[in-house]
Each structure stands twice: as C-alpha cells, then as structure tokens.
C-alpha cells in the first residue's frame, strides 16, 4: 500500500468549506487504496493575526511566547480537519508537534527540524486512522515550543514523508509548478517534473511554491514531492513532481524564471585589501541571521583597498547596516533600495555558456540594468530596478522558449 503524506497549506483550510473539500480529497486518496497522513497549515491570515495580537505587547518573530501563540494556528486547523475527515466517514486524529514529537533546534521563530519520532503516526495508520500533524512546529532540547518560520508546514511535511518513507504531495492554490508567475506572464506552462535542484534554486530566488528548506529536506533524504491543486476535485489536478535530478527524462536549459521584490543593495566601502575583512562583514551578518545573496568584491579607489556589494531582503536593510556599523566602524556603508531580484533557472545551464551573455543581451534590448550578477550551476540572477521586474520576466521567459516548450 503506497504511503502518502499530504499538506494542506492556508489557502486550502482557510474556511469550513475548503477544509471539507480537502478531507474529501484526502478520502478519495484512502478510498484508492492509498495509506495518508496528513499535516496542515493554519487557516489563511491567522498566523498574520496572530503576529498582530503579539505585537500589541511589543513581541515579534523570534520571541519564544509569540511561537506558543503562532503554533496555535496550526493546532485549530489540525483538529478542523480531523473532524472532517471523521464527517466523511473516516478514523482520524489530530497530533501536535509535541505529540509526534518533533525535535528542533535553533531559534524561536525560525526554528530546524533536528529529527522526528514517527512510531505514533505508524501505530495510528496501522489502526486504519489517518493522523493529522499540526505543520510548522515543533519543541526545542529544553522542552520549549518552536515554529519553523514561513513556510515550515511544507518541511513539516517533508520530515514526515522522509520518516514514514512516503511521498510527500503537497495542496495549494496553483495546480503544479509553472515556467514562471502566470500572473505576470500568461504563456507559463505547466511542468510535469523538475528536479530538486532546479526545484530548490526557484524556491531559493523567489518561486512561492514551496518552502526551500523543504525542497533541501526532500532532496537530501530521497523524499519525492508533488506539487497538486487543492482548488480541483480528485484526479483533475495534473500537478508536478518533484524528483532526483537523474529521474528527469528530458534535460531543458531553462525551466523557469522566477523574482523576488523588494531587495536592497549594501556597499561596504573601503576594507583593507590584505584584511579578512570579507569574512568579518560576513560573520557579522550571520550572527544577525541576515541573509545575504549576490555577492561581489571589487578593488577600491584608494590603494590596497577593496569594496564589498551583496543584496538582502528589504526587510533586514536596517538590521544589517547597524550590524556593520557597530562592528566595522571606521568604514563608509551605503545601501541602494527599491530592487528586485530576476532568476533564470535550469540543469541545462551547466553545460551552456552562453545563457548569461543572452541574459545581458535580453535585458539590455528591453532597456533594463543590471546592478549585480550572480550565478550558479544552474542558476542565474540580476538584480535589477524593483518597477523593471515583470518586463524583465517577460522577456527573459519568451528568450528562452519558455512560453513553446512542451510540459
């Protein structure tokens, strides 16, 4: 019997209705002869209602009674659908993260699932009861409830396919993964499959399918994923997999471009050119838990001196730049805002040279700078003016027959 955990994201429980839709796709998978266990978000906007209610008191992410008040999301929409399921006929119980248990570490707010006692889900399913795991939580070593930040539903999921040695579907708004946002370009296609590594660079760069650290769990653990629609009734959805890079049969150059607004751009001006001042910008930041991406170092205009560029979210600028002040005084910090970031993704890249002077080519032909480049094996990046975005994933989508290929 095939063991499937499948994930219900906000958008799929966000009212009494889409939740007995969901159950009624989860009965169908049972009624196929499928053995599910099932893990759930909270309902659409609570968890942002409910930072709001923490923030009243002057508490925010990483404040470890504002995860005790996250968490309880998820905790309501667990034992919603475990009543619907039991409406449809089913054996179902809710389990919360403790529960399970599911260890983590790391801090309050953004939290790593560190391992997963599986043995009450067999039991349950063994029984013919479907368990319903409240996502995006766990407890810490000393007993303390963590979350694992947005989006830590999906690597719930993952932990518990990877436990169970199951496949992880995972239900959302969309119906699989597309070459880009059909939002902004209508011609994205649909995938059948795409690999982890091109799965986890779109996540990485902005595609909101899937939480990147879930696709990072799947791949390091073998776990295969597939992308569903929650929207569609049972057997409508065609969705997309998620597999191992060999299990690809067709190798495209380019699978899909995705963006991420709202980037900043920070200058660190001046640093010794002999110094480890790279490595001490760096450390400083990491102690701060700011993400740094697009990174380039270049040679200053006074001697033996060099200047360090690399973006952050929006969001983290004012942490960062405090962060290097206080620990690299004497240097100048600037930062550039109103950006955003432009990802053109594919294995295909490896072996093709020439996709980052077609990038140029194409971005230069549609009048829009590029401020920095990064790449990767299969991944490359521009980081660009913030109201250029969707000409730029326009253009970049028809240059590479993104809008031709078939699925």
């Known amino acids: 019997m095939t063991r499937v955990v499948a994930k219900f994201g906000g958008s799929s429980v966000g009212t009494i209705e889409r939740i007995r839709h969901s159950a009624g796709l989860v009965a169908d998978a049972v009624a196929r002869g499928e053995m599910l266990a099932v893990v759930v978000s ?33 905790q309501v929409a667990a034992a919603l659908m475990a009543l619907a399921l039991r409406e449809r006929g089913l054996q179902a ?38 368990p319903v795991l409240a996502g995006y939580q766990g407890i810490a070593e000393d007993g303390c409830l963590r979350t694992l930040g947005r989006g830590g539903t999906d690597l719930s999921a993952a932990a518990l396919a990877a436990a169970l040695g199951a496949r992880c579907d995972i239900y959302t708004d969309v119906d699989g993964v597309y070459t880009t946002d059909p939002r902004i370009e209508p011609a994205a ?43 569609l009734s049972a057997g409508q959805s065609r969705g997309t997999d998620i597999v191992a890079d060999r299990d690809i049969a067709e190798r495209r150059v380019v699978s899909g471009v995705a963006y991420a607004r709202d980037q900043a751009r920070i200058a660190v001006l001046g640093g010794a050119l002999q110094s480890r001042f790279a490595s001490e910008t760096f450390a400083i930041l990491a102690a701060a838990e700011i993400g740094v991406d697009m990174i380039v170092q270049a ?12 973006s952050v979210a929006h969001r983290d600028l004012d942490r960062a730049q405090l962060a290097l002040e206080r620990g690299l005084p004497g240097l100048r910090i600037g930062s550039e805002t109103g950006l955003a970031k432009v990802s053109v993704v594919g ?22 700078a590029v401020k920095v480049l990064a790449t990767s094996e299969i991944k490359i990046s521009a980081l660009i003016d913030n109201d250029a975005v969707e000409r730029a994933v326009r253009a970049l989508h028809a240059a590479y027959g993104l809008d031709r290929m078939g699925n």
């Open 42 to 74: 909270a309902m659409a906007g609570e968890t942002d209602r409910l930072l709001r209610l923490a923030g009243e008191f002057g508490a925010g992410l990483g404040d470890g009674e504002t995860d005790v008040a996250l968490a309880a999301g998820e």
């Open 93 to 130: 119980r809710s389990f919360l993260g403790w529960q399970a248990p599911v260890y983590t570490d790391g801090p309050p707010g953004a939290a790593r699932i560190a391992g997963m006692e599986a043995s009450a889900f067999e039991a349950a399913m063994a029984a013919g009861i479907v």
């Open 189 to 231: 296609r649909r995938l059948d499959a795409i690999s982890h590594d091109e799965m986890l660079e779109l996540a990485a760069q902005g595609a909101k399918v899937l939480q990147a650290r879930s696709v990072e769990f799947a791949k390091a653990r073998n776990v295969p994923m597939r992308v569903l629609s929650s929207f």
């Open 299 to 310: 040679h200053g205009r006074e001697p033996d001196t060099v200047n360090l560029e690399f």
């Open 347 to 368: 294995a295909g890249l490896r072996q093709r040279a020439d996709v980052a002077r077609s990038l140029f080519g194409v971005l230069g032909e549609s009048g829009i």
